[in-house]
């Protein structure tokens, strides 16, 4: 059966200076997660919010939290983040050294702790390296701008790896969701969606063009 698309505003492009207002038209809207994205200045050069905003936004918007993390010890923010609301913890292979040995570890300490969990892979690592943890995830990331920074133009040729898992997915009968990040607008995400992505990030598009029509259009 094919997963229901879900959209995931980053609120990293959120307008700050009206926060309630903009998370009274999160509530309104059809989305269903929000994208919370934790960035530690060290493995990306931006920093953005600790566990006490996500538990802030979660008391203010109960929507599921998907939490991305850019950090360089994901092993130790995982279950500082879940106590404060994650509902899923997506990590960098890139911090774990792509060591699939200690990446499937921290996708079982997430999993014992009740949430589910996500990889993520930056543009230029390639992701069949782990074709063995597809049946042990709920979710592969994939990013298709240099993480760090909102805005930035869709990198098209990243929807290669996007054809791959949709295809592992169907060969092995797996689930697991893949999400898309950067770039997306009422433009790109239509061919993010013909290549077998599930679950869109939008951070710019959402918050720039009218929070429910920018999510109506990325459903349609
Ligand atoms: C970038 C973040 C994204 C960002 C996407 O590192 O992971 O979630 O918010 O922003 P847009 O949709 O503007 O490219
Ligand atoms: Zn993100």
């Not at 008391?59 to 500082?80: E, G, N, Q, R, T």
């Not at 983040?81 to 774990?96: P, R």
């Not at 993010?192 to 990325?218: H, P």
Request: charged share 30%; with cysteine.
């Amino acid at each position: 059966m094919k997963n229901k698309r879900i959209i995931a505003p980053s609120i990293l492009s959120l307008d700050y200076s009206r926060v309630s207002a903009q998370l009274d038209e999160l509530l309104d809207s059809k989305a269903d997660w929000l994208h919370f994205d934790v960035m530690d200045g060290h493995f990306v050069p931006n920093l953005t919010f600790g566990p006490d905003i996500l538990r802030g936004f979660k008391k203010a918007c109960p929507l599921f939290m998907d939490v991305h993390l850019m950090v360089d010890d994901p092993a130790f923010f995982a279950p500082v983040f879940i106590e404060n609301g994650a509902d899923m913890i997506t990590f960098h292979t890139e911090a774990l050294e792509n060591d699939p040995a200690k990446i499937k570890a921290l996708v079982d300490k997430i999993h014992e702790q009740g949430v589910l969990a996500g990889i993520t892979v930056k543009p230029k690592t390639d992701i069949c390296q782990f074709e063995s943890l597809l049946d042990c995830v709920d979710m592969v990331l994939i990013m298709s701008v240099e993480p760090g920074f909102g805005g930035q133009s869709f990198m098209e040729d990243q929807l290669d790896k996007v054809r791959w898992l949709d295809r592992k997915r169907k060969e092995k009968d797996l689930s697991f969701r893949i999400e898309i990040d950067g770039g997306i607008s009422g433009e790109t995400f239509r061919k993010a969606v013909d290549a077998g992505c599930d679950t869109l990030v939008a951070g710019s598009y959402v918050f720039k063009n009218g929070i429910c029509e920018a999510i109506e259009r990325l459903l349609s």
